[in-house]
Structure formats: C-alpha cells, structure tokens
C-alpha cells in the first residue's frame, strides 16, 4: 500500500490546537481511521459536494471531522463539535 499524504488546512489546524491532549488523541485515531479507510466519513452534497464528514466520539461528545480525499492524499478540512460546524466549513 502505498504512503498516504495527510495534509491539513489552517482552519483544521486552528481547532486541533485549541484541543485538549486527550481531545487530540480521539482526534489522532479518527485521522487513522480516515487514512486506512476513507469511506468511512459521510459524503456531503451540494455546497459542500466532494467533502466527507466523519462523526466520532470524544469525551463523551460527538466531533465531526471533514475531509476531502483522493487514492494518495487524505486533506483534513475541519474539526470539531456540530455546533456552528458546517457553517464554519463553507467558509
């Protein structure tokens, strides 16, 4: 299999740095999980066609992380709670 590029948006980055150390790792396994199988998130339509949204738990609370992916590279577009979150994304 070959390597997967992960790469990350600032506004991806932005959220991930204001998470809790143990935030960020529900958050590092979510992004495993994405770079071993990225149908696993839920394709989005319209606006946001070609963005998928997976939706996992941390600390008892459901995040969402959107990404965009092709066969070599998974880009990381978003993470966070539901709140305000798909309006945050379209920007």
Do not use: S, W
Request: charged share 25%.
């Amino acid at each position: 299999m070959a390597d997967i590029d992960v790469r990350q948006t600032n506004a991806f980055l932005r959220a991930y740095k204001k998470l809790h150390n143990n935030q960020k790792d529900a958050v590092d396994q979510a992004i495993a999980d994405i770079v071993i199988d990225p149908d696993i998130g839920e394709p989005k339509k319209g606006d946001l066609a070609g963005v998928y949204v997976h939706k996992f738990k941390c600390v008892q609370q459901l995040y969402l992380l959107a990404y965009e992916f092709d066969p070599t590279t998974r880009t990381l577009l978003l993470v966070g709670t539901h709140e305000n979150f798909y309006r945050n994304l379209k920007r």
